[in-house]
């Protein structure tokens, strides 16, 4: 409220908190050369293009922040638990990094404190508001202010016919809904005035009308949150609808889409308005303008509502050490500084409330602030936070910058599908969620093309001795298989259901799937290399036993990098997409940018090698199974390229059966693969039973009997054809010459 805040007060407070600071830290040689100054963001309560503030504000946070410029630095920043941590989450968003340039604020921006704090020291606080502040047992934020949203009344005029009907009003508070609030006070000809101009008091009131009617736990329903899209809604945001209509200046939504907290308080103060609902904390206001009780306070319908909690956190980009950061922080923040900042500028402590029999500072503050203990022994809280929260929603940094508009829209233009159901839908489902059929057929279609790579690799194994299949180094070409039998099944990441432990289990299968095509077939050809530049195969540096041990030592590297790397770093979902359209999951890990780098750095290695193999032993490499392992190759990259871009950036419509044609290609490029590498030989010699062994005992150091049978088999076929022929042929010259013989006897 910049224009009715009492400027003279905010002035007062920041003289008397440095006054504070410097009693404070006087003997502190490390902190008492220090001052505190206060700088107010000039947070605009409503942007009227239609822009969502908090976004601009985080944005702005993360052009700030970073600055070096002496005029324009932070050191501690004051954040409510809507901005801190908004980011974080099992499903987080690509357009954070798109916006505010860091993929995750919180940790780029500010500093983790935990090494310079004693959790000790933090206990007097509400452990709820305290595990605001921390991820992971980390502490980002250290608790400052607390609030909650309520209704104030006048106070005066008593036994008149308004102050009566108030009182009804407030005496049935508890059990009324808001509808009925309402409702009564239109019987009654009682103004109200509800602002939802700033996006969090909007979002604050769309929970506290939604509890009045359901409950938004999980654990009374696991699926609440269903209720924002599913087919009920539609009646429900026609009722909360017609509730602002009936309150907006001239029954126009627009009205109180736009208006602000300090035009609901002029409103107020004039008699406009019943009721003015604000923060709790706003009793400041009241108590230095109307010191004889003449405004008091009251919860709102059923007693339910929306908290906001409040941080300082240290900016990274400070020119000071963290230590001394935490240090001021904790000065600040401590039981005795909880009191300083209620009595002057009006911040609620966030003490444990629970314990205020017990507490002296919670029994001062109470004694001086009965009403607002009062209050909070009765409230029912909401926390928002944890409304939308869950394992498949997006961030609620997305939910806070796009929401708070499209309930606005909804209220201007009446379009609950395109403003409200979809995106809510879009916030907590996939469209790889609803793949009905097809994505059954898409399940079967991987599991079958994995159930004929096992028996390729059953005949590959069972064939094993057979020279036609031996060149090509049968045990390696079925951890080729394998791999493409991993790399087929990493689909499934995409689907149903979601988890940090499925992201792990995935990442390191796409790790073991691609080095067991990679490394196999970089040994195989490694084989042929040798082969070509010695011109003799039996070397106890080719035998299969050493190779093996070398892919089993390569592909445990490779492995055991991406498993360290998912136990010791943070893995999540990337949720390609927005809630304005569908997203797609994707596994993702901190610090990806570097490790991944590092990786592909090494396959690429990995890659030209191969590739310098294949080229140097050019058309030669032919006579030892004709093995086309540049198309193989070519042929997988391909297939991983393309196939996880489809998924992710196919368009909404049609998206199962677009879904389902996918695999279909990523299982037919496989098979493809899989029938160049061996498939083929396996299908000629079942097609050709008359071929015999090679004689497998003969143990001579020659290569020949390594080399491809296909022309041979041809030839063969060539011979036996025209072997039918000459017998047919003497077959007709002696049936001719009997003939002859027959046609002279007689």
């Given amino acids: 409220m910049p224009k009715n805040f009492p400027s003279d007060a905010l002035n007062n407070y920041v003289k008397k908190l440095n006054y504070y600071f410097n009693e404070r830290t006087k003997d502190n040689e490390k902190l008492n050369k220090y001052d505190i100054g206060v700088y107010f963001y000039p947070y605009e309560p409503v942007d009227r293009n239609g822009r969502s503030v908090s976004s601009t504000f985080m944005v702005e946070l993360g052009k700030i922040l970073p600055n070096k410029n002496k005029n324009n630095n932070f050191d501690l ?152 899209y599913n087919e009920t809604s539609v009646e429900f945001y026609t009722k909360l609808r017609d509730l602002v209509v009936s309150v907006a200046k001239n029954n126009d939504a627009r009205n109180s889409a736009l208006t602000t907290l300090d035009e609901a308080y002029e409103d107020f103060i004039e008699g406009k308005s019943t009721f003015f609902r604000g923060k709790a904390s706003h009793s400041f206001i009241f108590e230095k303008k109307y010191p004889k009780n003449e405004i008091l306070l009251s919860l709102p319908p059923k007693y339910q509502s929306a908290t906001t909690h409040e941080y300082i956190v240290a900016n990274k980009f400070s020119k000071f050490d963290p230590e001394i950061l935490a240090e001021v922080a904790l000065i600040l923040t401590d039981k005795d500084a909880q009191l300083f900042h209620a009595e002057n500028i009006g911040n609620i402590p966030t003490f444990d409330f629970s314990k205020k029999d017990s507490d002296t500072y919670l029994k001062a503050y109470c004694d001086f602030n009965s009403v607002i203990c009062d209050a909070m022994d009765k409230m029912e809280k909401l926390y928002i936070r944890d409304i939308f929260k869950s394992d498949t929603m997006a961030p609620f940094f997305e939910f806070e910058c796009f929401m708070p508009i499209k309930f606005k829209n909804y209220f201007i ?19 790889t969620d609803h793949l009905g059929i097809y994505g059954t057929l898409s399940i079967f279609m991987i599991f079958g093309t994995v159930i004929l790579f ?15 299949i031996k060149v090509i180094s049968p045990l390696f070409c079925n951890l080729i298989i394998i791999g493409c039998m991993l790399n087929l099944i990493k689909v499934l990441k995409f689907l149903p259901p979601y988890s940090a432990t499925k992201v792990k289990i995935f990442l390191v299968l796409e790790a073991l799937g691609t080095n067991l095509i990679y490394i196999p077939m970089f040994v195989v050809a490694y084989r042929i290399f040798r082969i070509y530049k010695t011109k003799t195969f039996m070397s106890n540096a080719l035998n299969n036993k050493r190779l093996l041990i070398f892919v089993f030592i390569a592909v445990s590297i490779a492995v055991i990098y991406r498993i360290v790397i998912v136990m010791t770093n943070r893995v999540y979902y990337l949720a390609i997409g927005t809630i304005k359209m569908v997203r797609i999951p994707k596994g993702y890990y901190s610090n990806y940018k570097l490790f991944s780098t590092i990786y592909q750095v090494y396959l690429t290695i990995v890659f030209i090698a191969l590739m310098m193999m294949i080229i140097i032993t050019g058309s030669r490499s032919r006579k030892f199974g004709d093995i086309c392992y540049t198309f193989v190759i070519f042929i997988t ?19 199962p059966l677009h879904f389902f044609i996918i695999i279909i290609f990523d299982c037919v490029l496989h098979f493809i693969c899989v029938y160049f590498l061996v498939g083929s030989r396996i299908q000629l010699l079942l097609t050709n039973p008359e071929f015999d062994f090679v004689n497998s005992s003969n143990n001579s150091s020659d290569d020949t009997q390594y080399i491809a049978l296909r022309s041979r088999i041809r030839s063969m076929s060539i011979l036996k054809f025209i072997s039918s022929i000459g017998s047919t042929d003497t077959r007709k010259s002696m049936l001719r010459s009997t003939n002859s013989q027959q046609r002279s006897g007689i």
């Fill in 637 to 655: 990259n391909i297939s991983d390229f393309n196939v996880e871009r489809l998924i992710v950036w196919l368009n909404e419509e049609n998206y």
């Fill in 413 to 431: 233009d009446n379009k609950v599908d395109d403003e409200l159901r979809k995106p809510f839908q879009n916030l907590v489902e996939f469209n």
């Fill in 77 to 228: 920043v004051v954040l409510d638990d809507r901005i801190l941590l908004n980011e974080i989450a099992l499903m987080e968003s690509e357009w954070v990094l798109e916006n505010i340039k860091y993929s995750h604020p919180t940790f780029d921006l500010y500093h983790d404190l935990t090494k310079y704090v004693n959790k000790d020291d933090l206990q007097f606080h509400d452990p709820k508001i305290l595990s605001g502040g921390l991820f992971e047992e980390k502490i980002y934020g250290i608790p400052f202010k607390y609030n909650f949203d309520v209704l104030y009344y006048h106070n005066e005029n008593k036994y008149s016919k308004e102050y009566n009907d108030t009182q009804l009003l407030l005496e049935g508070m508890k059990n009324n809904t808001w509808n009925k609030l309402v409702e009564l006070m239109n019987n009654n000809a009682q103004p109200l005035n509800l602002p939802f101009g700033d996006d969090n008091d909007l979002l604050n009131f769309v929970i506290e009308y939604t509890s009045n009617h359901y409950n938004l736990t999980k654990e009374n329903d696991p699926d609440f949150i269903k209720l924002f």
């Fill in 454 to 468: 096992g028996i390729i690799i059953f005949m590959t194994f069972k064939l094993r001795e057979h020279s036609y």
